[in-house]
């Protein structure tokens, strides 16, 4: 950490997003290459909390690990791992069935169409986003996958605008654990938590929900939100528990390629579409995010990385050297936690 009397600016920001009614064990970390880390928590805030969709970034590593081992190709079909049967219903427009244009470079970066299991509206009529709010609620990966056979796509596969839809993440899921012959969560533990040291960050599942009262509480709006069976349910598309520092360690590791290939990395943060909520792009599991005056007075250079639902993130500014992890814990505001990286991140530039 850098000296308090050198973060003063950095400090404010922090302890003004903490005294918020609708933040919750507010805490941040901001690391510049070669040179100090700032870190700042609110008083008596747990270290782990839920890091949600920022678990794609995970997910994204151990695929693209796959394909630098040879165990997937990023033209492979989903179906040629896990069979035509599991994608029946996912992708039929117009009378016209789209399974075999389901591939690995698309399912990462959200250029299937797949409708959202979570955000859009399923078979049943329900939006599980919404719903959780009353109550909390399991499921895995292919009941989640089953929420959304037979619903209208958003578009064809490989053409327009990135569609966000965790449904793609958790069919990465299921392909990850048929050619690693392993669960996803002892994929997490291999292959990225125990080689990097993370040693506070884990996936939260059915398993492990005795550590959920380590976790930081969320909230919804000003009002406590528990749900371990959901955080617990959101598998490779949200369910990761970690720490600021731990995320800043694995960002070290994902930018600087150590768990894949340079090229990979390359391809990763360059092949990128528009998302249809701004504000960015998607690459293959990365976000690419551009703050403008809408945000800041002060424009900020390109970001790269991953938000998650909670008002967590882990964001990188290759620019200007500076990576940041942080959370918020609030479900319903999801740009709180935009605006709270976006001033952190204006700060960092001048004071590290």
Not at 48 to 62: C, E, G, Y
Not at 108 to 122: M, V
Not at 161 to 189: C, F
Not at 206 to 211: E, K, Q, V
Request: charged share 25%.
């Amino acid at each position: 950490m850098t000296d308090a009397s050198t973060t003063p600016r950095l400090d404010r920001i922090a302890a003004r997003y903490a005294a918020r009614p609708d933040t919750n064990q507010v805490r941040a970390a901001i690391r510049r290459d070669g040179g100090p880390t700032w870190s700042w928590a609110e008083p008596g805030a747990r270290d782990r909390f839920a890091v949600a969709s920022t678990t794609k970034l995970v997910t994204a590593t151990l695929t693209l690990s796959a394909v630098d081992r040879g165990l997937l190709r990023l033209d492979t079909a989903a179906s040629t791992v896990l069979g035509l049967e599991a994608l029946e219903g996912l992708h039929v427009r117009r009378g016209l069935d789209a399974r075999p244009e389901i591939t690995i470079e698309r399912l990462l970066s959200h250029a299937t169409g797949i409708a959202d299991y979570f955000s859009d509206r399923g078979n049943d009529g329900r939006i599980l986003q919404k719903d959780l709010l009353e109550a909390d609620e399991a499921w895995d990966a292919r009941s989640a996958i089953d929420r959304v056979r037979g619903v209208k796509p958003h578009g064809h596969p490989g053409r327009g605008l990135a569609h966000y839809s965790d449904t793609n993440y958790r069919l990465l899921e299921l392909i990850l654990e048929e050619v690693e012959g392993a669960p996803y969560a002892d994929l997490v533990r291999t292959r990225i938590a125990e080689p990097l040291d993370l040693d506070s960050t884990f996936l939260l599942t059915p398993a492990t929900l005795d550590r959920f009262d380590t976790i930081a509480p969320l909230l919804a709006g000003r009002d406590p939100l528990v749900v371990p069976r959901v955080l617990a349910s959101a598998g490779a598309d949200g369910s990761l528990v970690s720490t600021t520092d731990d995320m800043l360690d694995f960002a070290d590791a994902f930018f600087g390629a150590r768990l894949f290939s340079q090229e990979l990395l390359e391809r990763a943060l360059a092949d990128r579409r528009r998302m249809l909520v701004p504000p960015g792009q998607y690459g293959l599991g990365v976000m690419r995010v551009r703050f403008n005056d809408a945000w800041r007075p002060r424009l900020l250079p390109p970001l790269f990385g991953h938000s998650g639902i909670t008002g967590a993130g882990l964001f990188r500014a290759p620019d200007a050297g500076l990576t940041i992890a942080f959370g918020v814990n609030q479900f319903s505001k999801p740009a709180l936690g935009y605006r709270f990286m976006a001033e952190l991140m204006s700060a960092a530039l001048r004071e590290l």
